[in-house]
């Protein structure tokens, strides 16, 4: 069996961060930035020991110091490689060497850098130069515009034989002064393999990147399932008399699903609790209905939020007392994402209903073994947007989404917010994995 050894590198004071600790250790989303990247590499299941680097002041630290073996690192990366190396046990066979500053690394890329090193020494992860990059010299002026097809942003992980990176570092001992771990083993002649990386894959570098790391994490892109066939799953759907909601319908009968549809003279969300009536063991839940209207004062606001917000806490409590298992999907807007000037309310009722389903879905999951996401489409060409302040001269269809829609009953994550827009495909990059523990 192949062992193999994921080491994680933590040990950098992160100068260029300017944070009062080191940027590794800043929150994101509650949990340490090397929480996040360490929960991914124990996620893929690939790794025998998991090897973290740190600081001195953070060796004891119990929310840093998540490795099976936890070492010091050394005064620059090279060193705390080398340091990582030596504890690493006589017959590994493969290590992945990865910044503790990139939290999105995904368990696809270290699948694929696994699978690589089957039939290379070395792989690197890396991503297309989508600018184009100048060579300047010390005096200031551009000396040369290398061929942008031939450069690429190298990434982490990076992927070796453990031999070859051990015996590269034994070699340049002395003389550790490489940005990386390939650029010390390149010196001895040997030749590295690339493994496509991700745009989101992003290493937290500067203040501002922290802020961007936070808008990553909570914006996901679609990760529909396949072959979706909801033969016999009893579906509750809410809104299924409006221009989304009508369309999402006919998607679930012609999946084979059993809808129960109310209307709004059996259930109007604005004024009455879910009837318990509707308390059933549920395997899907969809909530397409809502309301949009200009207000922008207090007398609007109890009827949107009612609409737009109250329900879906309402409809998570019916979930968590009759459902085992299954899934909740909301219908939301991007308009969560900004507040609009023709409709602040709703914007504003929009944003409650994004935090409230991150924040709810680790709860449900664990009370009821639920998953719960919320779609946010761009502007919509529905019965909604007509006569409202809207500017979007090319909405989307309503077609375009009740299928994506339609598949997130049958999810694999949970507390994704995941957005739709005109033109760009649903699954346009990897997503960031969600740790799921089982229902006790």
């Not at 529905?382 to 909405?395: E, F, H, L, Y």
Request: hydrophobic share 45%.
């Amino acid at each position: 069996m192949t062992k193999i050894v994921g080491i994680i590198l933590a040990g950098g004071s992160g100068n260029r961060f300017e944070a009062d600790i080191p940027k590794q250790f800043c929150l994101l989303n509650g949990r340490m930035v090397i929480e996040h990247s360490v929960a991914t590499f124990r996620e893929s299941g690939l790794f025998s020991k998991i090897i973290v680097a740190l600081p001195p002041e953070w060796i004891d630290n119990p929310r840093a110091a998540l490795g099976d073996v936890n070492i010091l690192g050394g005064r620059t990366r090279n060193e705390t490689t080398w340091a990582a190396l030596r504890a690493c046990d006589p017959d590994t066979d493969l290590v992945l060497t990865h910044d503790a500053a990139r939290p999105f690394v995904t368990t696809q890329i270290l699948h694929d850098c696994i699978e690589a090193l089957r039939t290379h020494e070395a792989v690197d992860v890396c991503i297309p130069a989508d600018d184009t990059i100048v060579q300047v010299g010390t005096d200031g002026f551009i000396e040369n515009i290398p061929d942008r097809r031939r450069l690429m942003r190298g990434q982490t992980p990076q992927g070796f034989r453990f031999a070859a990176l051990r015996a590269a570092y034994e070699a340049n001992a002395g003389n550790l002064n490489a940005t990386d771990d390939v650029g010390i083993y390149l010196r001895l002649g040997g030749r590295c393999k690339i493994v496509p990386g991700s745009a989101f894959n992003l290493k937290l570098t500067y203040p501002h990147d922290l802020f961007v790391a936070e808008r990553i994490l909570q914006y996901r892109p679609a990760n529909p399932p396949s072959g979706l066939d909801l033969s016999g799953k009893r579906v509750l759907l809410l809104g299924a008399t409006g221009g989304m909601g009508s369309v999402v319908h006919g998607v679930l009968l012609a999946r084979g699903a059993e809808v129960t549809a109310p209307s709004h003279a059996e259930l109007d969300l604005a004024i009455t609790p879910i009837p318990e009536r509707f308390a059933r063991p549920w395997d899907a839940i969809i909530h397409a209905a809502g309301i949009l209207n200009g207000a922008s004062d207090a007398a609007g606001v109890d009827e949107m939020l009612a609409v737009n917000f109250r329900s879906v806490v309402a409809l998570t409590d019916l979930a968590r007392r009759c459902m085992k298992g299954g899934a909740i999907v909301v219908i939301g807007s991007s308009s969560a994402m900004k507040g609009r000037e023709g409709f602040p309310l709703y914007s504003a009722s929009k944003a409650a209903v994004n935090n409230f389903v991150e924040g709810i879905a680790p709860v449900l999951w664990r009370e009821a073994g639920v998953r719960i996401n919320c779609i946010n489409p761009g502007c919509v060409n529905t019965r909604m947007i007509s006569g409202a302040p809207v500017t979007n001269k090319d909405p989307l269809e309503p077609d375009d989404v009740a299928e994506l829609i339609a598949a997130y009953t049958q999810p694999a994550d949970t507390g994704q917010i995941v957005n739709i827009r005109k033109y760009v495909p649903v699954a346009s990059a990897a997503p960031v994995s969600v740790a799921l523990q089982h229902v006790a």
